[in-house]
């Protein structure tokens, strides 16, 4: 079946620690996101990329960074300076979306927690 | 402030009604899309509404925009239990935006 896996589900980090979230998709969506979801909260946008080599910031940049070698795959490391970085966080994807505004398809998360 | 914005934040039906939630947004959009989260997963798409539609209707869904009050509403008719799950709207413009959501207990 198609879709994007995330992992790990849960994750620890230590102070001082950088942690990288996995994102695979199979779906051969050019478009990939990650968003943070504090509790009750809405999604905020992290960065995304639309294509292969190429990513861009989002609202909430800061103390994040990304790679997109491949089209399946778009991990995020949380840095050391990040320094809340306890929060929910969603990988999703979608066909091209030049503005447009495409459905994004969205993986079950992984939640991050600082030890 | 995010672009969507959901209201009310809570709401608490009995099987069988329906549940309506609101959202505003603040810029224009190409579309409007709501979608849904059970507790501690991702987000599910249920459906997208152009700008240039008025309603748009998905089995047990209905939903309307307006663009010129840059609102939108959502209404689940004859709510399950399985309805149950926080409801997000995402406003479509240069990137989508989303709100706070809505948070729907049906009881049985």
């Known amino acids: 079946d198609g879709g994007i896996t995330q992992s790990p589900k849960y994750l620890f980090r230590k102070e001082g620690q950088n942690v990288t979230l996995s994102c695979e998709q199979n779906?051969?969506?050019?478009?990939m996101y990650w968003y943070r979801q504090d509790p009750g909260q809405g999604l905020r946008l992290i960065y995304y990329?639309?294509?292969?080599?190429?990513?861009q910031k989002g609202d909430i940049a800061e103390g994040y960074s990304v790679s997109r070698e491949k089209k399946e795959s778009f991990p995020l490391t949380v840095t050391s300076a990040q320094k809340n970085p306890t929060a929910f966080y969603l990988c999703?994807?979608?066909?091209?979306?030049?503005?447009?505004?495409?459905?994004?398809?969205f993986g079950d998360g992984t939640r991050l927690s600082i030890l | 402030s995010q672009q969507g914005e959901e209201d009310p934040q809570a709401l608490s039906i009995q099987e069988g009604e329906n549940a309506t939630m609101n959202c505003s947004y603040k810029?224009?959009?190409?579309?409007l899309q709501w979608y849904r989260q059970n507790s501690g997963r991702g987000l599910v798409h249920l459906i997208l509404?152009?700008?240039?539609?008025r309603e748009k209707h998905s089995g047990r869904l209905r939903v309307t925009l307006d663009t010129s009050k840059k609102s939108s509403s959502l209404l689940i008719t004859a709510s399950r239990a399985a309805d149950t799950a926080s409801y997000f709207c995402?406003?479509?413009?240069?990137?989508?935006?989303f709100g706070g959501g809505t948070r729907v207990l049906v009881k049985p």
């Open positions: 995402g406003a479509a413009g240069n990137k989508l935006t």
């Open positions: 810029t224009s959009i190409n579309n």
């Open positions: 999703a994807s979608s066909p091209p979306d030049p503005g447009s505004g495409q459905p994004q398809h």
């Open positions: 990329s639309q294509i292969v080599n190429d990513f």
């Open positions: 509404i152009r700008s240039n539609e």
């Open positions: 779906l051969n969506h050019d478009a």
